[in-house]
């Protein structure tokens, strides 16, 4: 039987490479198909599942509302914080209130598609954005290129090490608002493959989160490739932050807060429609 070739793609960071490895390395049985790997930033991600180019994709939960006309979302390898997420950092030190303070400054955010940027408007609306491609905010910060950056993947625990001074937490922020984690990513499906090969996607996705938590030294060993400074303590309290139980089935309080999420953003003006999340099972 002839293999049918599938393009996928997620970011290179570690909790990423944790949950696809399995995938990557041939742990699974796919059957038929066969995965064709590619890496990118989230941001680029986001872009060109907007221009349709990928079978199967990470992307922002933000980017999603812009997307579920063409993409099917799937209940499996969600990237959600649990009363933690993006990370706003400055050299300056914290204020009293630097929801208030925020109200001008220039941050340096991560795209303009992803969930940390949705939240960031959602928590100050007045803060002006520049967007860095996510590893060389920190840079922009300590040149004073921006006043204020807004970090995701490894920067969240690295931030400190360049003397940068934390500012606010947003999925502390978001926990707080709302009782919910903080959806960040999840995994979509081109909706053209069809209803019986996007299951069969979703069940190849979630054996290989489960290879990874069943085999987690193997997997942490291939994640640490991607961990981009970060020792293997750090990479593995990295990888637990992001492959969590929502990431194996985000389940009802997942979905409930990817649909808040969404609700919020459009309430706000800030998506350009309401969206009602739809999610795949196996």
């Known amino acids: 039987m002839s293999q049918q070739a599938i393009r ?3 970011s290179p960071d570690s909790d990423d490479a944790f949950m696809f490895y399995a995938l990557a390395a041939g742990k699974v049985d796919t059957g038929e198909r ?11 991600l986001n872009r060109r599942a907007l221009a349709g180019e990928l079978d199967v994709t990470a992307v922002s939960f933000h ?58 408007c959602l928590y100050q609306r007045a803060a002006r954005t520049r967007v860095l491609r996510f590893d060389l905010i920190e840079d922009a910060v300590l040149s004073g ?15 400190a090490d360049r003397g ?17 984690p903080l959806p960040l990513g999840g995994n ?13 996607v979703a069940r190849d996705l979630r054996a290989s989160i489960r290879w990874g938590l ?17 020792d293997a303590e750090r990479t593995e309290r990295f990888v637990g932050m992001y492959v969590n139980d929502f990431t194996v089935d985000l389940g009802p309080v997942g979905r409930r807060a990817v649909q808040r999420l969404l609700d919020e953003g459009h309430r706000a003006g800030l998506l350009p429609a309401h969206v009602q999340a739809e999610f795949v099972e196996a």
Not at 37 to 43: F, G, M, S
Not at 145 to 159: A, F, R, S
Not at 188 to 200: C, F, H, Q, S, T
């Open 145 to 159: 290129d921006v006043d204020v950056g807004l970090l995701i993947h490894e920067g969240q625990l690295t931030y």
């Open 63 to 120: 980017a999603y509302a812009h997307l579920a006309g063409r993409y099917a979302l799937l209940a499996y390898g969600s990237s959600v914080g649990d009363r933690y997420g993006p990370r706003l950092v400055a050299r300056a030190p914290r204020p009293a209130d630097p929801r208030a303070a925020l109200a001008g400054q220039l941050v340096g955010v991560p795209g303009e598609l992803t969930t940390a940027h949705l939240a960031l």
């Open 34 to 44: 066969r995965y064709l790997h590619e890496l990118a930033d989230i941001e680029t």
């Open 8 to 10: 996928i793609a997620h």
């Open 188 to 200: 979509v499906v081109r909706k053209e493959l069809g209803a019986a090969l996007i299951r069969d």
């Open 164 to 180: 940068l001074v934390l500012w606010a937490d947003l999925g502390e922020w978001w926990g707080l608002e709302t009782g919910l």
């Open 214 to 230: 069943e085999h987690r030294a193997e997997a942490l060993a291939h994640a640490r490739g991607y961990a981009r400074g970060m």
